[in-house]
């Protein structure tokens, strides 16, 4: 009985030293989008939960939802930096108090990769996202297009201070200084929100009526809330240009219905880059699981090291939207 005893001791050890060698080597990485209520930000967090590496165990990935606001972000950044998280990927929701989350991370010696928005900090080790500038421009211009460049819009904006609601502003700017006959009739932000555009875009038909030509819609969401209120208005959908970003599942049904144009923004290829490259940061001989630097040879993995990786945005068009529906099955 004792050597039994003694053999048992002797497996129950050895069995805790291989669980904890495997706890030592599993990677821990924060993923800190800054809201999970619409679509895009969860087929961005369900594609960084589907990456190789987390699949497989070596990363153990633990997703904080940051409720669109800066300082909830914060203390899930503080949180992280107590429970010794290896490394931050970070969407976040200011361009600007997101910057203190990244110097908190920084002083802990703690890798922070952003990804899909931006943050105004030289501290990060990278950033895998893509060019809001010209998706605002690509956007405005499709909506001006249909207009021939005359009559009047209303321009609905994301979160004000986020970086991407800033960028899409330039480039609507851009497009819009293109058609110096075309007028601005509103504009206000949304936040994203499908049901906010809705109720922005009912105040505005109330108040100008036929007059709106065009809807430039900083995201898809608020694009369908405003498609929303034009049909609640028994308004014909097809009497306006309008134009979104980010290729969602519904608004991808309305482009194939000839309700809008959309920009497919690529959330599984950022979410999976910046946790490929939040894992290099920690794991130097580290190389890179996922498929999507196969998928994007204009975006080299170049050892997972260069400051910026950027995602090229799709155009959802008559030819492909089929295709980009199928893959969402």
């Known amino acids: 009985m004792k050597a039994r005893t003694t053999m048992m001791t002797a497996s129950v050890l050895a069995l805790a030293l291989g669980t904890a060698a495997t706890a030592q080597d599993t990677i821990k990485i924060g993923l800190a989008p800054y809201g999970l209520n619409a679509e895009f ?20 990935l633990t997703v904080f939802d940051g409720r669109y606001d800066a300082l909830v972000q914060q203390d899930q950044f503080e949180t992280m930096i107590t429970q ?15 910057a203190t989350a990244v110097q908190l991370a920084h002083d802990a010696g703690i890798p922070v990769v952003g990804s899909n928005t931006r943050v ?4 990060l080790t990278s950033y895998v996202g893509s060019d809001d500038v010209q998706a605002g421009y690509l956007e405005a211009k499709a909506v001006l297009d249909k ?8 321009v609905i904006e994301g979160p004000i201070g986020q970086s991407a609601q800033i960028q899409r502003g330039e480039g609507n700017e851009k497009a819009l200084a293109e058609c110096p006959e075309v007028t601005v009739l509103e504009q206000q932000t949304a936040n994203w929100s499908r049901a906010e555009a809705q109720s922005l875009m009912e105040n505005w038909l109330t108040s100008h009526g036929e007059n709106i030509k065009g809807v ?11 498609i929303e209120a034009i049909k609640a208005a028994g308004m014909d959908v097809s009497d306006f240009a309008i134009a979104g970003v980010d290729g969602v599942t519904d608004a991808l049904n309305a482009v194939k219905a000839g309700q ?7 959330g599984a290829a950022q979410a999976q880059g910046a946790i490929d490259v939040a894992i290099k940061a920690v794991k130097p001989d580290y190389e890179p699981m996922s498929e999507i630097w196969s ?8 050892g997972g090291t260069d400051a910026e990786y950027n995602v090229p945005w ?4 008559a030819e492909n939207v089929d295709d980009l529906l199928a893959a969402r099955q």
């Not at 809008?260 to 690529?266: E, R, V």
């Not at 998928?295 to 170049?302: A, H, K, T």
């Not at 799709?314 to 068009?317: F, G, L």
Request: charged share 15%; with cysteine; aromatic share 6%.
């Open 41 to 60: 930000m969860q087929l961005w967090t369900n594609a960084a939960e589907q990456h190789p590496a987390v699949t497989s165990g070596l990363v153990e």
């Open 84 to 98: 010794g998280f290896d490394a931050i990927v970070f969407a976040p929701i200011d361009v600007e108090a997101g």
């Open 120 to 123: 105004n900090s030289d501290l």
């Open 147 to 154: 207009m021939g460049c005359t009559g009047a819009v209303v």
């Open 216 to 226: 430039i819609a900083q995201n898809d969401e608020m694009a369908l809330g405003a």
């Open 260 to 266: 809008m144009a959309s920009i497919l923004q690529d």
């Open 295 to 302: 998928q994007y040879p204009d975006m080299p993995w170049n």
């Open 314 to 317: 799709t155009p959802v068009t």
